[in-house]
């Protein structure tokens, strides 16, 4: 009997482990995604910077959260030994893994909106102190708890900040994130003359393309292995993830007037938003909250860069920081029985949480980037940026006519 017991634990262990390695490598798969998304959308002589950043961002990233950031966040670090990390088919490694691919999604998402313009090495300095310090103190705010803010809205609000998959602790942070570092960085060189917009058109239609259906493959492993274990796998959360992705898609292309750049970030958008409340949402409601969110981004990306004047070069702010936020706040509405979903959820908490979320995100930004800018620089030279990021730092073009 003893021996069944151990072999059905061990059964139950094994199956978490892999069930959970299978959504860090699908969440890994989607640094291709942010990686094709910016290579199709930057100009020609910048897209070899785009594919170094997101490589070289995720290797900083995996050892700033490995050594630092999940310490910081949940107070375990793996200073033992290896028959120690092992047990339990090291599960706890593996959980590590999932949630250092959703840590190194931040600088992924920044990089995109400070794009074209940025130095290598200054952003490479702000990655590591992002993912080993500003992104897991809110981290564990939320997720685990840490700091007693959660268990405070639950005693005065019926229930904490909930955020399954991340839509405000990932996607908003990057986004408000992104949002300080591009103020910092100012427009890129003949964005704007005499007031008004200049286009830059994308460099490739086909790769931003491929970049969006890769995030989108590798989004369901963000959202539905969001439940860690195999016993709390849900088909809501997938079908959720579904709704939510075509309402944006759907709404973008109306709302964008059938512009591919639209077009392809809109699904994109209602999975950021639908990452908060997937799990207690009902579909109908998710579907609404896809659509919210791709009209969202569409008039968002449009007013900041023509009226407001923010070079967001991927509109990295309006599709992951306003998206995400608005993916806090409909978790509360839609999240409600009133509303077919499971309750649970306070909308209080919801915008408590969000707007805490943006506080840390614009402070954590700031600080980050401001120091770097004051004692090493953020931008590449005139000269540099006239020549593109590719020649002037990596020293060769995308394709031998460079």
């Known amino acids: 009997m003893e021996n069944a017991h151990s072999a059905m634990d061990s059964l139950v262990h094994g199956s978490n482990t892999l069930f959970i390695l299978l959504g860090a490598i699908l969440v890994l798969a989607m640094h291709a995604g942010f990686a094709f998304l910016e290579v199709g959308t930057v100009r020609h002589k910048n897209q070899v910077n785009a594919l170094s950043k997101i490589l070289s961002d995720f290797a900083i990233s995996a050892v700033a959260y490995f050594f630092v950031g999940y310490w910081v966040a949940y107070d375990v670090s793996f200073f033992e030994p290896a028959s120690t990390l092992a047990t339990d088919h090291g599960y706890a490694l593996v959980k ?180 908060a409340g997937s799990d207690i949402m009902h579909p109908v409601g998710a579907l609404v909250t896809g659509v919210i969110a791709g009209v969202l981004f569409v008039w968002c990306f449009t007013a900041a860069q023509n009226r407001w004047k923010i070079d967001d070069v991927l509109g990295v702010w309006p599709l992951h920081g306003v998206c995400g936020v608005w993916g806090g706040v409909a978790c509360g509405i839609f999240g409600q029985t009133a509303l077919g979903g499971l309750g649970g959820v306070s909308l209080t908490s919801q915008l408590l949480g969000s707007l805490m979320g943006i506080v840390v995100a614009l402070l954590g930004g700031f600080a980050v980037y401001g120091v770097i800018k004051l004692l090493h620089g953020l931008r590449l030279s005139q000269e540099e940026e006239f020549h593109g990021a590719d020649l002037s730092i990596h020293r060769i073009g995308a394709t031998s006519q460079d």
């Open 96 to 275: 590590c893994f999932f949630l250092l691919t959703f840590a190194a999604a931040i600088p992924a998402i920044i990089s995109g909106g400070i794009a074209e313009r940025a130095r290598f090495v200054p952003q490479m300095c702000a990655t590591a102190l992002i993912v080993a310090f500003v992104y897991p103190f809110f981290e564990g705010v939320v997720w685990n708890g840490k700091f007693g803010i959660q268990d405070w809205l639950s005693r005065h609000l019926g229930a904490g900040f909930h955020d399954f998959a991340g839509s405000v602790v990932v996607h908003a942070m990057g986004g408000w994130l992104a949002l300080a570092a591009v103020l910092l960085l100012g427009a890129r060189r003949g964005r704007y003359r005499e007031g008004r917009l200049v286009a830059f058109a994308p460099s490739s239609i086909p790769f931003l393309a491929l970049g969006s259906w890769i995030l989108i493959i590798g989004w369901f492993g963000f959202n539905v292995m969001s439940a860690q274990t195999l016993q709390g796998v849900s088909g809501l959360v997938a079908i959720n993830s579904l709704m939510a992705m075509v309402g944006g898609t759907l709404a973008a292309l109306l709302a964008g007037r059938n512009d591919p750049g639209f077009l392809h970030n809109g699904p994109l958008a209602g999975l950021v938003a639908i990452c």
